[in-house]
């Protein structure tokens, strides 16, 4: 068996500070490399390159070193997050050294990582970019677009490449945006959603392949930009290359034996909640300011600016709190309140806090709370954390390991026909809302996630409670399926 190879890169931010930074590029380069070694890359052949050291120079140094050694069984991986850009119908990428007075002198042409990968010895190759161009002139929290990228250059590298493909964040004429709940890009969160088998990504055999992760991804991107955004924006990932036999891009099969096992660990979970408040409540909105009467971009700004003074201040006020009742060390926090989102990282949890306008009410703002990635189930499930932050939650949401057929989900719960069970679902039964009688709250199924929503707030622990009674109460419908 061969090795397997990978060169991540991240800019996020740039030495020439004309060049805006890139949102989470870092993270999204670290957790990539994290993520590939826990699929069986061996560490030192993952090689990871972010912000200053991911110079010009490094990058094509590294890449000559890694082709020049690969074998016919080998497999490379290349992943990028930053700016991107094109001139005269070439694409380039961004370096952390790059100059925006020169930008394709200092760049590194997508050509050359194309060509010298795919005329590698690698058995196979896949890249993976979340790199374009609007971001350098445009809202910061837009990773950019590849309406430049030239798509005819992308085309022609990977029509007639066997084996050798290419995963895109966004396609032609269209941006790629930054995650409001997760420190990552939106694609990028997905993608390692995908490659850590927290996602319904794989298919037979527990293989991700080129056409179940673009499918997911093309599924999963769109989705998730219409809950964390109010303005009518589009994002469809991209994909390039021949598929003439298809393309293992992961086995899961190690992974997934581990979460069956543990089929709903505390880091799978999160506790949500939302607070509507009138867009007037907020201290910045002045007597000469309007409400807006659309859900645009500049609306969505407006609410981010006004609610500066309230964000600040609920995240001092969460982050004194928590501090005190677990006694952490200043050095064991880390806050930051900006653009409409806030987020406390402890050392056993992550609290995010976001105000959004309300898309169906424009006079309305929506403060969405999230708690997740959780490391210290006591501590959730402690009366200090429900005294700082319990009043803001009234939804648990498990993220599966195993995906659920929730067409089947639906016949199964119409064919039981039981007095006090029922279900409402979408056109395409893509997801679900369950009632049960006698149980307080109502449970939504997706492919990928278990949400149970109280109509009240509510402690973590009646959260828990109420969605381990709510599973319980469907397992006894005939031929449901997986739910555990």
Not at 463 to 483: D, E
Request: proline share 4%; aromatic share 8%; charged share 25%.
């Amino acid at each position: 068996m061969g090795k397997k190879i990978a060169i991540v890169v991240g800019v996020e931010t740039y030495q020439d500070k004309s060049i805006p930074p890139v949102p989470h590029a870092e993270n999204d380069a670290s957790e990539f490399g994290a993520a590939l070694v826990q699929l069986g890359f061996a560490a030192g052949d993952v090689h990871v390159l972010v912000n200053g050291s991911a110079t010009k120079t490094r990058i094509e140094s590294l890449l000559r070193r890694v082709v020049k050694g690969v074998q016919d069984s080998d497999v490379l991986f290349f992943f990028y997050a930053g700016h991107g850009f094109s001139s005269a119908g070439k694409n380039y990428l961004t370096c952390g050294d790059t100059l925006y007075c020169d930008l394709e002198a200092t760049s590194v042409p997508l050509a050359v990582q194309f060509s010298a990968a795919r005329d590698s010895r690698a058995g196979r190759v896949a890249f993976f970019l979340d790199a374009c161009e609007s971001g350098m002139l445009a809202d910061l929290d837009e990773r950019g677009i590849l309406s430049d990228l030239t798509e005819t250059e992308l085309d022609e590298f990977f029509a007639d490449a066997e084996y050798c493909v290419c995963f895109s964040a966004c396609s032609p004429s269209e941006s790629s945006y930054s995650s409001v709940h997760h420190p990552h890009g939106i694609w990028t969160y997905h993608l390692l959603e995908a490659l850590s088998g927290r996602a319904s990504a794989a298919r037979e055999k527990n293989l991700v392949t080129c056409t179940s992760l673009q499918n997911y991804l093309s599924q999963a991107v769109p989705r998730t930009l219409r809950t964390e955004r109010t303005d009518p924006v589009t994002q469809r990932p991209a994909f390039f290359g021949a598929m003439t036999r298809e393309f293992a891009i992961a086995d899961l099969s190690g992974l997934l034996k581990k979460a069956r096992k543990k089929p709903t660990p505390f880091t799978q979970v999160s506790f949500l909640g939302e607070q509507s408040v009138s867009i007037k409540s907020f201290s910045g909105f002045r007597k000469w300011h309007r409400v807006p009467d659309s859900p645009t971009a500049s609306a969505r700004k407006f609410v981010g600016t006004i609610s500066e003074k309230e964000l600040s201040e609920h995240i001092d006020k969460a982050r004194t709190g928590l501090k005190e009742a677990f006694g952490y060390k200043r050095t064991e926090l880390d806050s930051s309140a900006a653009d409409g989102g806030g987020t406390i990282i402890t050392p056993d949890f992550v609290y995010e806090v976001s105000i959004l306008l309300d898309p169906e009410d424009t006079s309305e703002a929506v403060w969405h709370h999230r708690v997740h990635n959780i490391s210290n189930r006591e501590r959730v499930l402690s009366d200090e954390f429900n005294t700082h932050l319990g009043s803001f939650l009234d939804a648990v949401e498990i993220d599966l390991a195993v995906p659920v057929d929730v067409q089947a989900l639906i016949d199964a719960i119409e064919d039981d026909g039981r007095e006090g069970l029922s279900c409402t679902y979408p056109e395409d039964a893509a997801s679900c809302s369950i009632k049960l009688h006698g149980l307080a709250g109502e449970l939504a199924v997706t492919e990928n996630s278990i949400r149970y929503r109280l109509n009240r707030r509510a402690s973590v622990a009646d959260l828990v409670t109420g969605i381990a009674k709510a599973r319980g109460a469907l397992g006894s419908v005939k031929n449901i399926p997986l739910l555990e």
